[in-house]
């Protein structure tokens, strides 16, 4: 059984409007699951104490109190070799990702911005999107490390993915569940929908579409849907897990997808369709 867990930290001018992004964090749980273990990467990762750090800039303990000129070429992290540009967002990895990985984040991405043109919001923003290598972790990645203390490395340890702010918009998503690999950390699903999601709510949603997920997520909660379910934590979680059932499905082995949605509830499944356009 998949377990979740949220961590919010929301920009002070979304309180007013869109909501902005959090850290929202997909955790599993370590005793679920089972699958064939994932080619392992070409380097054996340093032990977490002697990682370089970004500093001062360019990770999420300072993504709130700092943005960069819109008007300056994007600086990543230079572990990040591998780039590729889809609609205006970046795709990044280091070498050790294949690119195999990184067409399929491509398609994901051209897929939800396929009918819709919310894609240029995000790229005024600077979006972009981290693929990680199988044997990294969150706090392995540059944008992440600022968080790295003993009681983050047992919260982190089981990450499927996360959306945040560093310089830009940021959303990560592993190698092995691109891949549709059993043993990844969200066990094969490519939850880049969900990431994308985020992203759609918190920078892209009109004021009066914003609050109307609110609403939506309240309804369904009154009418007693969602429980057990991540879409129940709150209206962030329950927009992103929406999506990621209108693209693909929440879960390949319950069958969640598009038609479960518009049948378990129209309201939200008749909002996204406005906004993805499909």
């Keep these: 059984m998949r377990k979740f867990l949220l961590a919010a930290l ?10 902005g992004m959090a850290l929202a964090v997909v955790l599993l749980d370590s005793s679920s699951g089972t699958g064939t273990p994932g080619e392992a990467a ?7 104490g002697s990682l370089p750090r970004l500093a001062p800039e360019g990770n999420v303990c300072q993504g709130l109190l700092r943005r960069p000129d819109p008007s300056a070429p994007r600086v990543f992290a230079p572990e990040y070799t591998k780039r590729l540009d889809v609609a205006g967002l970046a795709i990044v990895a280091n070498q050790d990702v294949s690119d195999e990985a990184l067409e399929i984040a491509r398609q994901t991405i051209e897929r939800v911005f396929l ?3 919310l894609e240029m919001s995000l790229a005024e923003e600077g979006a972009y999107v981290i693929v990680a290598a199988p044997d990294q972790g969150v706090l392995d990645l540059p944008e992440f490390r600022c968080l790295e203390n003993a009681r983050s490395q047992d919260y982190f340890s089981h990450v499927c993915g996360v959306a945040d702010r560093a310089d830009y918009p940021v959303v990560t998503v592993n190698e092995l569940d691109l891949l549709g690999d059993r043993s990844g950390p969200c066990r094969g699903l490519n939850i880049l929908f969900h990431e994308l999601g985020h992203l759609v709510q918190g920078w892209t949603l009109p004021q009066a579409d914003y609050f109307d997920v609110r ?12 429980e057990g379910d991540y879409a129940s ?13 209108y693209f693909l499905d929440t879960d390949p082995r ?5 038609a479960w949605l518009q049948q378990y509830d129209p309201a939200i499944y008749e909002l996204l369709a406005r906004v993805y356009g499909d």
């Design 10 to 19: 929301l920009p002070a001018g979304a309180l007013a409007l869109v909501g």
């Design 42 to 48: 070409a380097s054996t990762p340093e032990p977490p």
């Design 115 to 117: 009918n819709n043109d």
């Design 215 to 226: 609403q939506f997520f309240q309804d369904a909660r009154n009418a007693g849907k969602y």
């Design 233 to 245: 934590t709150n209206a962030n979680e329950y927009f992103a897990e929406a999506t990621q059932s």
């Design 254 to 258: 319950s069958g969640r997808g598009r």
